[in-house]
């Protein structure tokens, strides 16, 4: 299946997807507005400046800025320089308003000074989540998309004030990472290591024609990026069975508690390779489970492995029928078929008849632990450069690489029975791959480029085993075996223009997806 969406927005917002904007009014000691001030906001990290000029009435906008940290500079003939740092976080439009003080434009007056938390710029509800701040929540498996289950109007399944989970749309530096047949809405297609974000946004509301193609919250990521200083990390996170107890059903079945052992490891790295102009990094991150889960079995119960029948009546009696009985309520008067009693006398003994369908009388249940194992491994590679040392065009190239086996979501793939191998493993070799170029025209004019790559690639083994089914789970597993090839191509491009008190932003989406099943 290939599905073709072509997007044309043309809107009056500040900032396009996946980049930030500061915008503020400068004026002196007396609130009088400061015309033709140079403003410089410089990356702290990477060195790189961008440059506007406040106009007529005082007012500056810098849009389409990386998120980051900055040190911001204002200057003005016959005032002090006036000098900050300031965050910006992604999809959040920030203000500063700066005051000047009298004074040689040789003096620097540091000001420590707050933006502006509350976005006046555009309609769009959600909360932006710093480095700092993904780190410390706590997230089972480091899934980072599942931080949008924290937001108001969200619910455990999903859903975003009322809309489907499949609605709910991903970006990554950019790329749409997004299952477009998916049904999760708190899954990437690429695994995306927590320790590799360095922003992330979730809108939940009035977002704009620039932000996603669905209707449900829109969860935009940014990944970190190298610096002037080399800096990495190494970590290791562990779940242990000594810390989990045992369900309810596994109790009174006589079922030890299911082992829980969760590796989630790796490494990081980033810095310069060209000071000021080529930066890189790198992220490797592994997982191995080798946990049991719960498991039930439909197995006959002893008796009716013999041939036996139980059947209760309405009065409240159970009566037993031999094989003589059964043969004689045959039409045929043939009874028991030989085969099928020797196919049931190789099933083992259930230990939970009270969770079998007649509560014991014929059938029987066998809860067991089932082995779980789980191997997985991501990779996240990003070069940033500036291609001139005024920082006015910059290209960005990220790369994932995913590799994974584990059983597949639930317990069908899971040993049959106790000493069995899981009946299915399911590969994913899903890998992306984004790219952005940025123009800065002039002070007035941005535009920027994106191109992303996701190609979704799973399979799943499975059996041709051709078993009889009569009721009963069968002794041996008949799950086949499939696989899936998804790749999605995403061209977009943002520009924006200002003039005045006016900001214009336009720009085009071009996505195509490709859906190729083999079962």
């Given at each position: 299946?290939?599905?073709?969406?072509?997007?044309?927005?043309?809107?009056?917002?500040?900032?396009?997807?996946?980049?930030?904007?500061l915008q503020g009014v400068v004026?002196?000691?007396?609130?009088?507005?400061?015309?033709?001030?140079?403003?410089?906001?410089?990356?702290?990290?990477?060195?790189?400046?961008?440059?506007?000029?406040?106009?007529?009435?005082?007012?500056?906008?810098?849009?389409?800025?990386?998120?980051?940290?900055?040190?911001?500079?204002?200057?003005?003939?016959?005032?002090?320089?006036?000098?900050?740092?300031?965050?910006?976080?992604?999809?959040?439009?920030?203000?500063?308003?700066?005051?000047?003080?009298?004074?040689?434009?040789?003096?620097?007056?540091?000001?420590?000074?707050?933006?502006?938390?509350?976005?006046?710029?555009?309609?769009?509800?959600?909360?932006?989540?710093?480095?700092?701040?993904?780190?410390?929540?706590?997230?089972?498996?480091?899934?980072?998309?599942?931080?949008?289950?924290?937001?108001?109007?969200?619910?455990?399944?999903?859903?975003?004030?009322?809309?489907?989970?499949?609605?709910?749309?991903?970006?990554?530096?950019?790329?749409?990472?997004?299952?477009?047949?998916?049904?999760?809405?708190?899954?990437?297609?690429?695994?995306?290591?927590?320790?590799?974000?360095?922003?992330?946004?979730?809108?939940?509301?009035?977002?704009?024609?620039?932000?996603?193609?669905?209707?449900?919250?829109?969860?935009?990521?940014?990944?970190?990026?190298?610096?002037?200083?080399?800096?990495?990390?190494?970590?290791?996170?562990?779940?242990?069975?000594?810390?989990?107890?045992?369900?309810?059903?596994?109790?009174?079945?006589?079922?030890?508690?299911?082992?829980?052992?969760?590796?989630?490891?790796?490494?990081?790295?980033?810095?310069?390779?060209?000071?000021?102009?080529?930066?890189?990094?790198?992220?490797?991150?592994?997982?191995?489970?080798?946990?049991?889960?719960?498991?039930?079995?439909?197995?006959?119960?002893?008796?009716?492995?013999?041939?036996?029948?139980?059947?209760?009546?309405?009065?409240?009696?159970?009566?037993?029928?031999?094989?003589?009985?059964?043969?004689?309520?045959?039409?045929?008067?043939i009874g028991a078929n030989p085969?099928?009693?020797?196919?049931?006398?190789?099933?083992?003994?259930?230990?939970?008849?009270?969770?079998?369908?007649?509560?014991?009388?014929?059938?029987?249940?066998?809860?067991f632990n089932a082995p779980n194992?789980?191997?997985?491994?991501?990779?996240?590679?990003?070069?940033?450069?500036?291609?001139?040392?005024?920082?006015?065009?910059?290209?960005?190239?990220?790369?994932?690489?995913?590799?994974?086996?584990?059983?597949?979501?639930?317990?069908?793939?899971?040993?049959?029975?106790?000493?069995?191998?899981?009946?299915?493993?399911?590969?994913?070799?899903?890998?992306?791959?984004?790219?952005?170029?940025?123009?800065?025209?002039?002070?007035?004019?941005?535009?920027?480029?994106?191109?992303?790559?996701?190609?979704?690639?799973?399979?799943?083994?499975?059996?041709?085993?051709?078993?009889?089914?009569?009721?009963?789970?069968?002794?041996?597993?008949?799950?086949?075996?499939?696989?899936?090839?998804?790749?999605?191509?995403?061209?977009?491009?943002?520009?924006?223009?200002?003039?005045?008190?006016?900001?214009?932003?336009?720009?085009?989406?071009?996505?195509?997806?490709?859906?190729?099943?083999?079962?």
């Open positions: 299946m290939k599905r073709l969406i072509v997007s044309l927005l043309l809107t009056m917002l500040p900032l396009a997807a996946q980049t930030s904007s004026t002196d000691a007396q609130g009088a507005v400061v015309p033709a001030a140079a403003i410089t906001v410089t990356n702290t990290e990477t060195n790189t400046p961008r440059s506007s000029l406040t106009d007529e009435s005082g007012k500056y906008s810098l849009l389409q800025m990386p998120p980051g940290s900055y040190k911001m500079q204002v200057q003005a003939p016959g005032f002090s320089v006036f000098s900050s740092e300031i965050r910006l976080q992604i999809n959040t439009p920030t203000t500063l308003n700066v005051k000047l003080e009298l004074g040689q434009t040789t003096e620097t007056v540091n000001v420590t000074a707050e933006a502006v938390a509350i976005n006046t710029q555009d309609a769009t509800v959600g909360n932006p989540f710093t480095e700092l701040q993904i780190k410390a929540i706590p997230l089972q498996t480091r899934n980072v998309v599942e931080l949008l289950s924290v937001q108001p109007g969200v619910s455990s399944t999903g859903q975003v004030l009322g809309a489907r989970p499949d609605q709910n749309n991903v970006v990554l530096d950019g790329a749409d990472v997004n299952d477009n047949q998916g049904a999760d809405g708190f899954k990437a297609v690429l695994p995306i290591p927590l320790d590799s974000v360095q922003e992330f946004r979730t809108t939940i509301a009035g977002q704009g024609a620039d932000l996603g193609h669905s209707a449900g919250g829109q969860v935009s990521i940014v990944t970190k990026g190298g610096s002037n200083a080399f800096h990495g990390s190494l970590y290791e996170y562990n779940r242990n069975t000594l810390f989990e107890a045992n369900d309810w059903f596994n109790n009174r079945a006589g079922v030890a508690r299911p082992a829980l052992v969760r590796n989630q490891y790796g490494g990081s790295i980033g810095g310069p390779i060209l000071k000021n102009r080529l930066f890189f990094f790198y992220n490797w991150e592994g997982r191995k489970d080798r946990s049991a889960t719960p498991k039930t079995a439909t197995v006959p119960s002893e008796s009716f492995k013999t041939g036996v029948v139980n059947v209760l009546l309405k009065s409240g009696q159970t009566v037993t029928m031999n094989s003589a009985a059964i043969a004689q309520v045959d039409p045929l008067h085969f099928i009693l020797g196919l049931m006398k190789q099933y083992p003994v259930g230990n939970n008849p009270l969770g079998a369908s007649d509560k014991g009388l014929n059938f029987n249940q066998l809860l194992v789980l191997n997985n491994h991501a990779q996240v590679a990003k070069l940033d450069y500036n291609l001139d040392s005024a920082g006015k065009h910059t290209l960005m190239v990220r790369g994932t690489l995913n590799g994974a086996s584990s059983p597949p979501t639930g317990t069908a793939g899971l040993a049959q029975f106790p000493g069995q191998a899981a009946s299915q493993t399911q590969l994913d070799n899903s890998r992306g791959l984004a790219g952005r170029y940025t123009a800065v025209f002039n002070a007035h004019t941005v535009n920027v480029f994106n191109y992303g790559y996701t190609r979704l690639g799973t399979a799943t083994t499975g059996t041709q085993n051709v078993i009889p089914s009569f009721g009963f789970t069968t002794l041996q597993p008949t799950t086949r075996p499939s696989s899936r090839i998804a790749p999605t191509h995403l061209l977009s491009d943002d520009i924006t223009w200002t003039a005045g008190r006016h900001s214009v932003q336009g720009g085009f989406a071009f996505r195509y997806n490709e859906n190729l099943r083999l079962a």
